[in-house]
């Protein structure tokens, strides 16, 4: 298939029934304007409608048109740092309060999934070690789990991988049985109906182009009008632009890529991947795969480039990182290729809370389909004045770098290095 014939639509998007654009104006005023209608907003959106405020979600491109239609799906504990790394920097109370975050996004997905059909697939991952000494890493830590956050685990040896996965790339790894996967564009559509239903506008295409202070509260310039709100969330994650430099200086928007292979058959995937589940890996720079929700499909995603690029250029590179795993794909012919920002933070935590006035909640780091619409509900919460919306990670500094202004330039040369340490394996 030549790159033209490539779709570089998200290949979730492309079966979804997604809304055609909005067309109607914007109110003059409303109590919380939301921006960005991705899960977090969306989220949020549901919490301040269902109480009664007047919720209009704006965003600069169609529903979801950021990271919320174009992720992997796949459902996972996100917290990055450990436990020990947290309790160093903040203490034992507060570490174990952030991861304990961290498993309850999951819950509250799981959860959500019995009311938005979302193709919630209960089929767990498998995380393959990229060296010996990786999967020897992966034992100690299964074993040692900090009391009160142990996730089930089980360990998988090499000489038992083929039953999770048909290659020798790994030396073995271990399973994560409660992690799952979504179909990204139903979690959304599911999403704004929740919103939507709860009262809430959603407008797409209205990009905010400016946010001033007034009196009361804030007026937002957007080209169908400005918009007086009482409050504001700011839900642009890794598409956080001009319109707030404090917080474009601290989130770092990394593209994440994606190759869909065409229809191979059920039983071709069962062959590569025999249960069904999520893969990903112990390398720095790490991959990503799984079966498509219709079990026809190998979705993979990784870190394709060392600048930013066009998908479309990414396709080689993503093919032979494919492949590296996974030979029997060599004939494979792929159909879909897209691209989308994560947004990383400095010390590799979401944040939320407000600056200036503003409420923000973003940075999950790749890992938003359980954080963002968990964080997003309970930003919505502490919107409303209520307890149940605090969180472990209220208050934290929400750190940026000298020098940083929302362009990543430090990215080449970090990926390059994360390679090498990758290709030595250490
Ligand atoms: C390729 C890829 C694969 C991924 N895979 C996974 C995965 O398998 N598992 C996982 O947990 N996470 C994954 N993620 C991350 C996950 O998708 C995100 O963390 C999550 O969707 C973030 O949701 P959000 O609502 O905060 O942000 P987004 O969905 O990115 O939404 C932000 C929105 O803000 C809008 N916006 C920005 N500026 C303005 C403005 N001025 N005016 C109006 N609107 C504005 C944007 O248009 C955008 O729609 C992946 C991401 C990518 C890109």
Redesign the pocket.
């Given at each position: 298939m030549t790159p033209d014939a490539i779709s570089t639509v998200?290949l979730w998007v492309q079966g979804a029934a997604m809304p055609p654009p909005s067309t109607q104006a914007v109110p003059a005023s409303v109590d919380v304007l939301i921006?960005?209608?991705?899960?977090?907003?969306?989220?949020a959106a549901r919490e301040t409608a269902a109480a009664g405020r007047s919720t209009l979600v704006?965003?600069?491109?169609?529903?979801?048109?950021?990271?919320?239609?174009?992720?992997?799906?796949?459902?996972?504990y996100?917290i990055k740092p450990s436990f020990e790394t947290l309790r160093a920097k903040f203490g034992a109370d507060v570490a174990f309060g952030i991861c304990r975050e961290g498993l309850d996004a999951v819950t509250y997905l799981r959860s959500l999934a019995q009311e938005i059909d979302c193709e919630w697939r209960a089929a767990g991952c498998f995380f393959g070690a990229h060296t010996a000494r990786h999967f020897s890493r992966m034992v100690r830590d299964a074993q040692n789990q900090p009391r009160g956050l142990e996730q089930k685990i089980e360990i998988v040896p090499k000489a038992e991988q083929h039953g999770e996965i048909a290659t020798d790339f790994y030396h073995g790894g271990c399973v994560y049985p409660d992690d799952a996967?979504v179909d990204?564009a139903r979690l959304?559509l599911g999403l704004e109906r929740r919103a939507l239903e709860s009262g809430a506008s959603v407008v797409d295409r209205?990009?905010?182009?400016a946010i001033e202070r007034t009196g009361d509260g804030f007026a937002a310039l957007?080209p169908r009008g400005v918009v007086q709100a009482r409050q504001v969330l700011?839900?642009?994650?890794?598409?956080?632009?001009?319109?707030s430099p404090w917080h474009r200086r601290r989130v770092i928007p990394i593209?994440?890529?994606?190759i869909a292979t065409e229809p191979l058959g059920a039983e071709r995937v069962r062959a590569l991947i025999p249960r069904g589940r999520?893969i990903v890996d112990s390398r720095r720079v790490v991959v990503?795969f799984?079966p498509s929700a219709d079990g026809e499909r190998i979705v993979f995603?990784g870190r394709a480039a060392l600048a930013e690029k066009d998908p479309l250029v990414c396709v080689p590179r993503l093919r032979q990182m494919m492949e590296r795993i996974l030979p029997q794909l060599k004939s494979a012919r792929v159909s879909h290729a897209?691209?989308?920002?994560?947004?990383y933070t400095f010390d590799t935590l979401p944040h939320l809370g407000r600056h200036d006035g503003i409420y923000y909640?973003?940075g999950?780091?790749?890992?938003?389909?359980?954080?963002?619409?968990y964080?997003?509900k309970r930003i919505g919460q502490q919107m409303l004045g209520l307890k149940e919306g605090q969180t472990a990670l209220d208050g934290l500094p929400f750190p940026s770098r000298p020098y940083y202004y929302g362009k990543p330039w430090f990215l080449a040369p970090s990926v390059l290095a994360y390679r090498l340490i990758d290709a030595l394996g250490l």
């Open positions: 998200p921006v960005g209608a991705g899960y977090t907003g969306l989220a704006l965003d600069a491109g169609a529903l979801g048109a950021g990271c919320s239609s174009r992720n992997g799906g796949q459902v996972a996100s996967s990204p959304l209205c990009p905010v182009s957007t700011l839900a642009t994650n890794g598409y956080s632009g001009p319109l593209g994440s890529y994606q999520n990503y799984r995603g897209w691209v989308g920002w994560v947004a909640c973003m999950y780091c790749g890992q938003g389909v359980p954080l963002a619409p964080f997003g």
